[in-house]
């Protein structure tokens, strides 16, 4: 079993770069798997997460494609202690892991190995729906995978024995994802005697998604 924070022989050679081109319109990325990877410049421009493009806080762009050329030039791109730093001229420089750069790698082959396997929901279900620790999720790393993986696959797991204590509402929220601070701030679901929005009434909430960018 692998632990978290171990990296196993194959990691090593699957997210290290081997060598990398800017090839004005594109990154080509060679990894020391035999693998390689061509990133075009308009996405890697518009996946930037810099100041100037927008705040990591809230995740909200400040620019949009349509500010952008349709064809972004890379001047240049090097590999400077473990970070692709990505050149576009005038002051904008975007920095990329390796490790983010490989898990979106835009080839068929690593499209295939990480597109998700949904399951159908049926009467089968009943008896059978999806449980599991909160202590054997947050402490384990198999454990945090597999409620990952059923997470993506079936689309809802249940959280037994969870923390009741307030505090701990973003430990475990942060299981799910990284946590992204809205214009809401960190918001609490509790009844206010002068609701501005459905959160703040005591009604029941059926599931949906809130602020999607």
Request: glycine residues 8%.
């Given at each position: 079993?692998k632990?978290?924070?171990?990296?196993?022989?194959?990691?090593s050679?699957?997210?290290?770069?081997?060598?990398?081109?800017?090839?004005?319109?594109?990154?080509?990325?060679?990894?020391?798997?035999?693998?390689?990877?061509?990133?075009?410049?308009?996405?890697?421009?518009?996946?930037?997460?810099?100041?100037r493009?927008?705040?990591?806080?809230?995740?909200?762009?400040?620019?949009?494609?349509?500010?952008?050329?349709?064809r972004?030039?890379?001047?240049?791109?090097v590999?400077?202690?473990?970070?692709?730093?990505?050149?576009?001229?005038?002051?904008?420089?975007?920095?990329?892991?390796?490790?983010?750069?490989?898990?979106?790698?835009?080839?068929?082959?690593?499209?295939?190995?990480?597109?998700?396997?949904?399951?159908?929901?049926?009467?089968?279900?009943?008896?059978?729906?999806?449980?599991?620790?909160y202590?054997?999720?947050?402490?384990?790393?198999?454990?945090?995978l597999?409620?990952?993986?059923?997470?993506?696959?079936?689309?809802?797991?249940?959280?037994?024995?969870?923390?009741?204590?307030?505090s701990?509402?973003e430990?475990?929220?942060?299981?799910?994802?990284?946590?992204?601070?809205?214009?809401?701030?960190?918001?609490?679901?509790?009844?206010?005697?002068?609701?501005?929005?459905?959160?703040?009434?005591?009604?029941?909430?059926?599931?949906?998604t809130?602020?999607?960018?």
């Amino acid at each position: 079993m692998k632990r978290r924070g171990t990296v196993t022989p194959e990691d090593s050679r699957r997210y290290a770069i081997a060598d990398l081109h800017a090839l004005n319109h594109s990154l080509q990325v060679s990894w020391r798997d035999g693998h390689g990877s061509r990133f075009p410049s308009v996405w890697l421009l518009q996946a930037c997460s810099c100041p100037r493009c927008g705040p990591t806080e809230s995740a909200v762009r400040l620019t949009r494609l349509t500010d952008q050329p349709a064809r972004p030039r890379i001047v240049a791109a090097v590999l400077r202690e473990g970070t692709v730093e990505v050149d576009w001229g005038g002051g904008h420089v975007s920095c990329f892991s390796p490790r983010w750069l490989r898990g979106h790698c835009l080839s068929p082959e690593e499209r295939a190995r990480r597109k998700p396997a949904p399951r159908l929901w049926g009467r089968e279900m009943a008896d059978r729906l999806p449980r599991m620790d909160y202590q054997a999720v947050a402490g384990n790393a198999a454990s945090h995978l597999a409620f990952l993986e059923t997470l993506r696959d079936l689309g809802f797991v249940i959280l037994q024995d969870v923390p009741k204590e307030r505090s701990r509402t973003e430990e475990v929220a942060s299981l799910v994802g990284k946590l992204r601070i809205t214009n809401y701030g960190i918001f609490e679901l509790e009844s206010k005697a002068e609701p501005e929005i459905v959160g703040d009434m005591s009604v029941a909430l059926q599931p949906h998604t809130d602020e999607p960018y």
